[in-house]
């Protein structure tokens, strides 16, 4: 990553996993293992019924809570959403937005993703937008058209002092959870592609203060590699954040890299 005008964001994506009990023995286990951490910016993103519990145990440390997805309405008949407010008002930092497994199992749609950055923003969020090909689109040598697609649609109408306060996660849909991981390489071109269509759309320097996180089977193994690339600033990271070792292993690959 350009540490000159870039912090690299670890964000751990925890999915449907943990019992509030659970989460807090994770946290704790946590806590002192990042303690020292002075580069990396910490996420824990937790279910919605974990919250509370996380923003307690993380008080005063430099592990950050966020949550897995928000809905673009401020209130109203919307049985089982969360609104952004809702989120905002008990101290959540950051939010996911628009991950693979929303826009594959929850008919998430670009529209739902722009609508609820916009929400996640206005509510003093800070939005993680995952975008990312299906392998068909990829081996069909559509990823650039693919993307470039999602981050228009996605960021439509989204000015550029608020752009700057969101992450943007590259995660490949044939990489997560599967544990085939893009090589760096792989990860580096797409994520210098999202930067070169921001400064299309933004300006250079917008582009450049933009977080873009690589995401989609990084492990303790094939971190340090990934965050070595300039334009990876990090990563979303699913099923090694659920371990407190192998997260914190990706971490001090970033602190140190
Ligand atoms: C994710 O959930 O965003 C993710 C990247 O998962 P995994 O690391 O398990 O591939």
Redesign the pocket.
């Known amino acids: 990553m350009n540490k000159n005008v870039r912090k690299a964001v670890i964000a751990g ?1 925890w ?1 449907m996993n943990k019992t509030r009990p659970e989460a807090k023995a994770l946290l704790e286990e946590l806590k002192p293992m990042v303690a020292d951490i002075k580069n990396v910016e910490v996420v824990a993103c937790v279910p919605f019924t974990n919250l509370e519990t996380a923003l307690a145990v993380t008080e005063g440390t430099n592990i950050k809570i966020g949550a897995e997805n928000c809905h673009f309405e401020k209130s109203g008949a919307f049985t089982g959403e969360i609104s952004a407010d809702m989120l905002a008002e008990m101290g959540v930092e950051y939010v996911v937005l628009g ?1 693979s ?1 929303r826009r594959q199992y929850f008919a998430e749609t670009d529209e739902t993703v722009n609508k609820r950055t916009v929400a996640a923003l206005a509510a003093g969020l800070k939005p993680i937008v ?1 975008v990312g090909e299906l392998l068909w689109e990829r081996e069909c040598n559509i990823t650039e058209e693919v993307i470039a697609r999602q981050i228009k649609l996605d960021f439509f109408g989204i000015n550029a002092d608020d752009l700057k306060k969101c992450i943007i ?1 590259y ?1 490949p849909v044939w ?4 544990g085939k991981t893009a090589t760096a390489d792989q990860a580096e071109e797409v994520c210098a592609f999202i930067r070169a269509t921001l400064a299309k759309l933004y300006s250079a320097e917008v582009a450049e203060a933009v977080t873009i996180q690589y ?5 303790a193994a094939n971190a340090a590699e990934l965050v070595s690339k300039t334009n990876v600033d990090g990563g ?6 659920l371990k407190a070792a192998d997260f914190t292993t990706i971490i001090n690959a970033a602190e140190n890299g």
Do not use: D, P, Q
């Open positions: 994506n999915k991950h497994e995952c996660a995660e990489a997560i959870g599967t995401g989609g089977s990084m492990n979303l990271i699913g099923g090694a954040s």
